[in-house]
């Protein structure tokens, strides 16, 4: 079998015809894993018997003349931030090093009813913070298209196994462009759905008014149908949203004429050229496809960075202080008092991004200070957001690029905390709007890195993303 | 200069985090260049503004409530919850002596 050149449809296809079974593919895609994985440590450990005991229940299923589910032996990999039963769950820190989580994530369960055969966990930024994918406590992953590269981040490992083979779709979170900008520097699609389309429950948070589930894949196809197995309202998650999940497989239907498509006009300022070159491409495409396009503004974006970086940090520093030695596995050896306990395990088992973001958020949120940063924020996202339903009122959906540049090389960025945060000021506005919002790749530069446009939709309209993006792809392919 | 380092200890002692006198100088570099640039939120009038806490949609009243019934298939007994404890005893959680004998 060739995990690398497969999709759900032709795993679909074969295991009707077949040509192997799902615990052979199953095992395949682990030895594959296994072989590869060096290269790039982009997963962080293996699940061979969940993942077999999976594979056997849909042969079973297969042999009684059951349908498989949406998923049906697809091999997948899921981030480590995300809590699976009984299978070590890291977030990429030292400090849950040996965390075996007592529950399954809401996305994992649906997945698995529908067939998934979740193979690994995927290597991220210690607690998904990070551009870069150099913040895991167990080494950096490489980006597969160019190893001496960062994959991006927080999802890293996410976007690398896809691009790489060894998984054929997997999950990822992103709260500030997590998904997206590994997508984009990783050459496959990746997706952050509308805040609410899926359960956080079994997400380990890190900032929960921004916190997204979303999939990676190698097509359009593959990521509309991830969403659709693992969306809709949850009971464990009262943020989950009651909305009705569409069929976004029956969007992808080609009928992008007459669509008018935003490009804010704050977004292609500071783009690196050869990237913009590519986006401007793209958009020429859309607009072969019978799309209109318009020039629209988001006045609000130059703050966005100052703004997500209180918010998050503040949301952070609050969530993160549960590991203190008391619950979640590690505690220091020098813990003579609480208090000592308490300063002690966090001090050695945060990395520094960590550390500098409990920092941050602890301060913003602090007596005479909390006006001045985190309410100011919060009013500036609400800017933010109202910026993006002005635009939705004139336009479709909104075009922009991923990020300002495409993959960097490894340790090029990570002396300046600022200059990587600036890094993602094309895709923290989604995140601080709650709208869905993808990477789709576009092209590559004269070096080979992949880079991948941004395409915006409103709340709840995945249906119009895929069905732009899918148009997209297919006339690139065509 | 938004903060000095003495600002910096205080800040972790209130996040119960430990630094070594080397992280206290490289987060003060660090946390005040980051506080510098978000002076850019100033430029912004947000006068009248309600502040944005959560994403917010149109949704029925009580859309995130849920029947009150019991779900045994998720009900945690205290050996599960504290499997993860770096010490447990008698269904608790054991940390250091908090109240020291008079």
Known sequence: VNIPSLTISQIKADLAAKIYSAVELAQAALDFAASENPKTNAYLHFSADRALAAARAVDDKLARGEDPGLLGGVPIAVKDVIVTKGVRTTCASKLLENYIPPYDATAVVRLENEGAVIIGKANCDEFAMGSSNENSAFGPVRNPVALDRVPGGSSGGSAAVVAQGTAVVSLGSDTGGSIRQPASFCGVVGVTPTYGRVSRYGLVAFASSLDHIGPFSRTVEDSATVLKAMAGRDECDATSAAAAVPDYNAALNGEVKGLRIGLPKEYFEGLESESGALISRAIEQLKRLGCTIVEISLPTTEQAIACYYIICTAEASSNLARYDGVRYTSRSPQSGTLADMYRNTRGDGFGRECKRRIMLGTYVLSHGYYDAYYLKAQKVRALIAQDFARAFAEVDAIVAPVSPFPAFKLGEKMADPLQMYLSDIYTITGDLAGIPCMSVPCGNTREGLPVGLQILTKHFDESTMFRLAHAYEQSRIA | ?102
């Open chain 2, 1 to 102: 200069m938004k903060i000095t380092e003495k600002e910096v200890r205080y800040v972790a002692d209130l996040a119960n985090l430990r630094l070594t006198e080397d992280e206290i100088q490289a987060m003060a570099h660090d946390m005040d260049e980051i506080l510098v640039y978000m002076e850019k939120l100033g430029q912004v009038n947000t006068d009248g503004v309600e502040p944005m806490a959560q994403v917010l949609y149109a949704a029925d009243e009580t859309s995130t409530l849920r029947d009150d019934v019991e779900h045994p298939e998720r009900r945690f007994t205290s050996a599960i919850a504290t499997a993860n404890a770096p010490q447990a005893g008698q269904g608790y959680f054991k940390v250091p002596k908090v109240i020291e004998r008079a």
